[in-house]
């Protein structure tokens, strides 16, 4: 699909200059995966705001109006000056509520203290039609998931995945269904900035409970490697990386 004549290549642009529903960003991380085209563009779209200093903060706001967490910036006439009051008001409010992952969140190096940290990971919910909401103590099978994170230790590469309680393995980053390939850990990028991870991925788990994990390492590894490291460990286990910054989030998989 070349991307003159792809659809969706307007979606892509659009999220960037933050106009697009959550409607239209759920489809949007639905086909990505799919287009290699669309996919290059939106990563060269990352790439060039990452070359920027001043897009940090503005970044985060993309993001969490892609995901319909925030709400787009509206042009203030001076007969609503009032109004916009209120709405500051109200939502500083919402942004001062709890973090669900609060005490979690935070990549912590293997055998360092389980605190919270810059390094966070954010676990997004992602729906047709609906804005997208901060994942908690539970999801649903078929739950489409989406991922942001912050690198200020620079590591070079990254992995996300989910372990339930019969150790059947669920990976999102890299994403993997065909046995016969063995990808290898995606490129992570540095800063404090949120990096987004833009596809949202879905598995139909078989248990009742789920240890996400996510992995940020100095050393590449494939997920076939990841798995031969994962056998004779619990679960919740992080992998055995020298090095290596994890953290995991346990949850219950609801009906």
Known sequence: MNTVSCPMRGHVDNHFARRLKPREEHSLREHLPGCGACKSIYERHLLLR?????SSRGDQ????????????????????????????????????????????????????????????????????????????????????????YQNPRARKWLLIYGVDEHN???????????????????????????????????????????????????????VKQAEALMEGRAPSDPLPLPGAENTSFPMRVEP
């Open 50 to 54: 990452r070359l920027d200093p001043k």
């Open 168 to 222: 059947h393995v669920y990976w999102f980053h890299p994403s993997w269904s065909d046995p016969d390939t063995n990808p290898l850990a995606v490129q992570a990028f540095e800063g404090m900035a949120l990096h987004e991870l833009p596809e949202a991925i879905s598995h139909t788990f078989d248990g009742k409970r789920l240890v996400l994990h996510g992995v940020l390492s100095d050393e590449r590894i494939s």
């Open 61 to 148: 706001d993309r993001l969490g109006q892609g995901l319909g967490l925030v709400r787009p910036p509206l042009p203030v006439a001076p007969a609503a000056a009032a109004f916009s009051v209120l709405a500051v008001l109200v939502l500083g409010v919402m942004a001062t509520r709890p973090d669900p992952f609060a005490h979690t969140e935070g990549f912590t190096a293997r055998g360092g203290a389980a605190t919270a940290s810059s390094e966070a990971l954010r676990v997004y919910r992602v729906r047709p039609g609906l804005a997208a909401e901060a994942v908690g103590e539970a999801i649903r099978p078929g739950d489409e998931l989406a991922f942001a």
